[in-house]
């Protein structure tokens, strides 16, 4: 139940974005103030495929769909070609980690979303792989950024308290995931 105090700091935040012109559908979902800032765009590279995107996937205190499905697209089960939405959380992380380390330069995505048999077939060849991992729900990332070294990717990555960070120093990555918060080395 809100008290008053409450009821009304949450509707002056609602009409203070209705009169800036910026959408509440950021509020709606629980997003700061903060969070509706600038413009937020994301450059990547899919080491597998050799694709690129450049996309602008927040813009106004709200994502942008179509260019949310641009990066799912990317990030996609390559060896099944199986897409799906992956939680936007890990696209605003992977956005903090890019404006933090190499704003000029693409991200290199190792491993986005895994469907149940490519995940599989994977463990079959990994004791590295999960049997419930997170890129299964589309909640993980592996990474890696040209001329950032993992060590500076991986303590980044802590920095934002965001879920669960791995940290595969020999094989050249960073695990990101939205899961509970918890750190680990393979």
Do not use: C
Not at 90 to 103: A, K, M, N
């Amino acid at each position: 139940m809100l008290d008053r105090r409450r009821f009304l700091q949450q509707f002056a935040a609602v009409s203070a974005a209705g009169m800036t012109g910026l959408s509440t559908n950021a509020y709606a979902a629980g997003e700061s103030i903060a969070q509706a800032g600038p413009d937020r765009t994301l450059s990547l590279y899919n080491i597998h495929t050799g694709e690129t995107v450049k996309s602008t996937f927040w813009s106004q205190g709200q994502f942008i769909d179509s260019e949310i499905e641009m990066i799912d697209m990317l990030v996609r089960d390559f060896r099944a070609n199986d897409v799906m939405a992956m939680d936007r959380q890990l696209y605003q992380d992977l956005y903090e980690l890019q404006t933090r380390l190499s704003p000029n330069k693409p991200m290199y995505i190792i491993s986005g979303y895994r469907s149940p048999k490519t995940n599989a077939a994977l463990r079959n060849g990994s004791s590295g792989v999960a049997k419930k991992s997170l890129h299964m729900q589309g909640r993980a990332i592996d990474l890696r950024i040209p001329g950032v070294s993992h060590k500076e990717l991986h303590r980044a990555a802590l920095e934002l308290r965001s879920g669960g960070v791995g940290y595969y120093p020999d094989s050249g990555f960073v695990h990101l995931d939205t899961g509970r918060v918890r750190r680990w080395q393979g």
